[in-house]
């Protein structure tokens, strides 16, 4: 292992040391971010007033094409719809999406097909999913594993965008040994984390729920009309 390895692998592991500290930031989306946010969870956000005009009823969940894993985008869709749950009274999946756009032939990557899948569905409002980023780094001593998402909620009817979010959440373990006994420590540590089936599906869930905070709650809205 190189001195410059060795450097990231001791600085990683002194900021996962101090996780308990992280703390969640909310930005606009032109804000710059630092140079080095190691102890701090920034997501960026933006909303339009025009969501509040006629708060949406329903959203569906569609994602951008990307070269990640099916299992990754997967996970990432079930995360989204779940929360599109908690903020609207109806929420189409990923999957049930395509489903519906194959059966009225419909592309969801265009505006107008998009028009006709709202005015099917009776669900007017689209949730771009994009996945910016998938790391998943294994050193033997380290594992880093984390996942990019942006969010853009649309208006079928004329495209307009109503909010827009972007964060990186992710998890790692390991360590620098200092001892000889410590060395074996670092390795499972590391290999927990690497092994682990469900840690992506996890990562998701953090990125969307803090991205989703900024999502205002409409059902309270429509029950009071």
């Known amino acids: 292992m190189t001195c410059p390895h060795v450097v990231l692998l001791l600085a990683t ?8 500290c992280a ?26 007033q025009a969501f509040f005009h006629s708060p949406p009823r329903c959203a569906a969940v569609v994602s951008k094409s990307a070269k990640v894993p099916p ?23 990923g999957t049930p999406a395509r489903r519906i756009a194959a059966r009225i032939a419909v592309d969801l990557s265009h505006t107008e097909d998009r028009r006709v899948f709202a005015r099917q569905t009776k669900c007017g ?22 996942v990019g998402i942006s969010l853009r909620f649309i208006r079928a009817s004329d495209g307009k965008l109503l909010w827009q979010a972007r964060h990186k959440a992710g ?3 390991g360590g620098l040994p200092f001892s000889p006994l410590s060395l074996p420590v670092s390795i499972a540590r590391a290999a ?14 953090d990125a969307v729920r803090r991205m989703m905070r900024t999502l205002p709650d409409t059902r309270r809205e429509h029950a009071v009309h």
């Open 71 to 93: 299992a990754i985008r997967r996970a990432v869709e079930e995360s989204v719809e779940r929360h599109l749950a908690t903020k609207f009274q109806r929420a189409i999946g």
């Open 125 to 146: 409002s689209i949730v771009e999913v994009q996945l910016d980023a998938v790391e998943d780094d294994y050193m033997v001593l380290w594992t880093n594993r984390a």
């Open 23 to 48: 703390q969640t930031t909310y930005t606009g989306m032109n804000e710059k971010e630092p140079a080095t946010p190691m102890l701090e969870r920034r997501v960026a956000f933006q909303m339009n």
């Open 192 to 205: 927990r984390v690497r092994n682990d089936p469900e840690i992506f599906h996890s990562i998701a869930d």
């Open 171 to 173: 998890r790692g373990d």
């Open 13 to 20: 592991s002194v900021a996962v040391s101090l996780g308990g």
